[in-house]
């Protein structure tokens, strides 16, 4: 069985940049969530995906945006890139109100 | 949205001692998950309990939904249990995860 993997691992953009963060789900799971966990705080819901449609998000600028696959693999793109964008992205799998399992995310540095 | 307050947000533990950490929820939740983060970030599952008793080794963890708390035991303390135990809480099967601010916890040789 694989688990989640992220690509890449790290990453360093500069302000107005945009990038994509890419995430393959677990086998057999078909809901994608991403994160994202600045330096000593806990991970803030950025938003979720199920059969390839947005079905939840939180309180994040449209600036992030995300697509699933019909394989349940993911990307999120962030836009015009601010310094505070700064952190860790995690994504994580589950199948529908199951446990969520994590990738080890990509760590993304704004110069 | 749910508030989630995990403590103590700091402890230190002598390599071989018992904690216990504690995280509270502050609405009904049909999932909850501990999740211990290492030191190099990675995430990894400990238990899914929405409710009930579970353990694994030596960790077991205690949800009691209807008084919206949840306890996560660890004993016999190890150096490599150390780094931040988060708890994270959703209402239901189409909303979002609200994750606690997490313990950090440090144990020494």
């Known amino acids: 069985e694989t688990g989640v993997t992220q690509s890449p691992t790290h990453l360093i953009k500069t302000r107005g940049q945009q990038v994509t963060l890419r995430c393959s789900s677990q086998?057999?799971?078909?809901?994608v969530s991403w994160y994202q966990q600045a330096l000593g705080q806990g991970p803030q819901f950025i938003f979720q995906?199920?059969?390839?449609?947005?079905?939840g998000r939180g309180n994040f600028p449209p600036r992030f945006s995300g697509l699933q696959f019909p394989n349940y693999s993911s990307e999120l793109n962030v836009n015009a890139l601010e310094l505070d964008d700064s952190a860790l992205y995690l994504c994580?799998?589950?199948?529908?109100?199951?446990?969520?399992?994590f990738g080890d995310g990509t760590r993304l540095s704004i110069l | 949205g749910i508030q989630v307050e995990q403590s103590p947000p700091d402890l230190i533990l002598q390599e071989g001692a018992n904690s216990t950490l504690r995280c509270n929820f502050s609405?009904?939740?049909?999932?909850l998950q501990w999740f211990h983060q290492n030191p190099w970030g990675q995430l990894i599952n400990l238990f899914y309990?929405?409710?009930g008793t579970k353990q694994n080794g030596r960790l077991s963890a205690t949800t009691v939904a209807t008084e919206r708390y949840s306890l996560l035991y660890i004993s016999s303390s190890q150096t490599t249990d150390s780094g931040v135990y988060f708890c994270?809480?959703?209402?239901?099967?189409?909303?979002?995860?609200?994750f606690g601010s997490g313990t950090k916890l440090n144990v020494k040789p």
């Open positions: 994580a799998s589950s199948l529908t109100g199951g446990p969520q399992h």
């Open positions: 086998s057999g799971h078909n809901t």
């Open positions: 995906y199920y059969r390839e449609e947005e079905n």
């Open positions: 609405d009904s939740v049909n999932n």
């Open positions: 309990i929405p409710s």
């Open positions: 994270a809480v959703r209402r239901d099967d189409f909303n979002k995860f609200y």
